[in-house]
């Protein structure tokens, strides 16, 4: 199934729920983050979808006070056809329903994302951090970022300001 | 929370323990010998790949990537380089493609045989081990002849490799094929078909398909499971769908479909598949200049791209996001062994606490890739 019938397939069963943006390119969808849970649950039973693959979740920070972007890369092994679905969250107040239940991987990625973004999944039944200690300061990921300066009394070396590129 | 179960008991393994391939620690809790429930902590080796790579440029993530699954660096590098060659549309000449793959698949016997030699280890069989590091000590030498380096190559770089293949290759190359296809039977004779071992492995953490699918386990993991899925033939990246090789899948040897024993046994068939097609590689190569297409500037346009490659641990994924500036706005590796390290709990459950890391060994992580 190519990527425009997928689109009006999720269109059809959750009209609005798409959101048009022409920096859109491939096989990528932005949706509306209120109806994921629902969405990804279409997403992997409808006989016509199948996406039975969750094959990672991206953080994305766009920079600039922009928007924070979850970003999940689904594919059928069944059907062969991929979706990349992008949901844009709000900076202050990162939050997406979890679809850790759904795609069991989806426990430790999203777990991946939040340690790093600080992109809270409503729902997870165990969101801690996964790759830095649980009493790391900050999302290290976040264009941002300020390194805390010092951790259990050591300090924290600092990486020199260089020039930019160019 | 506050009942008092009086049998249970929280038992640590690591994180400096030889049977966790390197510094993770399990938090493992059981009822008598019988495990209940593991909760792994990982982030002992995490180097911030990621963090790194928003502040070089496209070329210098290369190096770092060969330190995140440091038994298969080319593999690490081929799908770096697979994935920008996408994001900028270039096309390789045929030369480097052919040494590209030869590279890659003889990375995958080399990491088979150490995966596969010290899953031996962990199950008490000592002697196979050092047999299978000698004949990895033979490949590491035909890397190291051709680009000096034996463990960390940054050997595939954006739209060409580091060095051309030396004058000799073929010849030492098929040398050491010859050499090395024998020996697959005797691996056999020394492990595969010990009574001990195979009583050890089979029937034991059976890892059914559908759970594998749900975990997002990959690679062989999940054709011992009996799924025939390798991105190699589904999803045809470089030039693998020009060479004639079969996809082997698990097949219930000794025990139940996706057990330990078949997770181990189809590494092993693996590894002749690999020799196959690097034989055809050999015999095919064409001749031509390898840089001549490496662009002199790594500017991507504006956009992102996720590609997967399959490395000897499974489906290795780059996500890349580009705002066409020389530094990578993201890059994000999906690392197989982080999705297989994840369902450890679940196949894990009900088996003795000696098992556990047998099960843990047959599920080949490697601790660098996980923890990036």
Redesign the interface.
């Known amino acids: 199934m190519n990527h425009s019938e997928i689109q009006s397939l999720i269109e059809e069963k959750f009209p609005n729920s798409l959101i048009a943006n022409e920096n859109l390119q491939g096989n990528q969808l932005e949706i509306d983050g209120q109806f994921w849970k629902d969405i990804a649950t279409f997403l992997k039973n409808d006989p016509k979808l199948l996406f039975d693959q969750l094959e990672c979740i991206t953080g994305i920070d766009t920079g600039d006070d922009g928007p924070l972007q979850s970003r999940y890369n689904l594919h059928s092994m069944e059907l062969r056809h991929k979706i990349e679905v992008i949901i844009s969250l709000d900076r202050d107040n990162p939050t997406v329903e979890s679809i850790e239940q759904i795609w069991r991987i989806g426990d430790w990625f999203e777990r991946e994302t939040y340690d790093m973004f600080g992109i809270v999944y409503e729902g997870h039944r165990d969101l801690r951090r996964i790759l830095c200690p649980d009493d790391w300061e900050g999302w290290p990921l976040r264009k941002d970022y300020e390194l805390q300066e010092t951790y259990h009394g050591i300090m924290v070396p600092k990486v020199k300001e260089e020039e930019g590129w160019e | 929370m506050g009942v008092i179960q009086g049998d249970q008991m929280v038992l640590n393994i690591g994180p400096q323990h030889p049977s966790t391939h390197g510094v993770l620690r399990l938090e493992v809790m059981t009822d008598g010998e019988i495990v209940s429930k593991i909760t792994p902590h ?2 002992y080796l ?1 180097r ?1 790949f ?2 790194h790579s ?2 070089v ?1 496209y070329e210098q993530v290369i190096p770092y990537t060969d330190r995140c699954d440091y038994l298969a660096s080319m593999n690490s590098n081929f799908g770096y380089v697979v994935a920008m060659e996408e994001l900028m549309d270039i096309k390789v000449c045929e030369r480097v493609e052919y040494v590209r793959v030869i590279m890659a698949e003889l990375n995958r016997i080399a990491s088979h045989l150490l995966g596969v030699g010290a899953y031996g280890l962990d199950v008490g069989a000592f002697t196979p081990f050092v047999h299978m590091l000698r004949d990895r000590e033979r490949i590491l030498d035909i890397f190291e002849y051709t680009c000096g380096a034996r463990l960390l190559y940054n050997y595939m770089w954006v739209g060409g490799v580091s060095h051309d293949l030396p004058k000799d290759f073929k010849k030492i190359c098929f040398k050491f094929l010859d050499y090395f296809e024998p020996k697959i039977d005797e691996y056999n004779q020394l492990l595969t078909y010990n009574k001990i071992f195979v009583e050890r492995t089979a029937d034991v953490g059976v890892l059914p398909a559908d ?1 594998a ?4 386990v990959s690679g062989t993991n999940l054709r011992a499971s009996g ?1 025939k ?1 390798d991105v190699r033939k ?1 999803e045809p990246y470089s030039i693998y769908d020009r060479f004639n090789f079969d996809i082997p899948i698990g097949e219930a040897k000794f025990g139940t479909l996706g057990d330990c024993f078949d997770r181990y046994w189809v590494r092993i068939l693996e590894m002749k598949e690999s020799i196959k097609i690097v034989r055809q590689a050999l015999k095919e190569i064409p001749e031509g200049d390898i840089f001549e297409t490496m662009p002199k500037k790594i500017r991507p346009p504006k ?2 791209i ?1 590609r ?1 490659t399959e490395s000897p641990r499974g ?1 290795l ?1 780059y ?1 890349i ?1 580009s705002d066409g ?3 990578p ?2 890059v ?1 590796m ?1 690392s197989p062994a ?2 297989a390290l ?2 450890l709990d ?1 196949i894990s459950q009900g088996w003795m606490m000696s098992d556990v890391l047998c099960i843990l060994g047959s599920l080949d992580i490697v601790l660098g890739e996980i ?2």
């Open positions: 990982l982030g995490h911030c990621e963090k928003e502040n440029t759970v699918i749900s975990y997002g799924v899925w589904e956009g992102s996720y997967r489906d994924g996500y996001e500036s020389p530094v706005t993201r994000k999906r982080f999705t994840s369902c679940e923890d990036r």
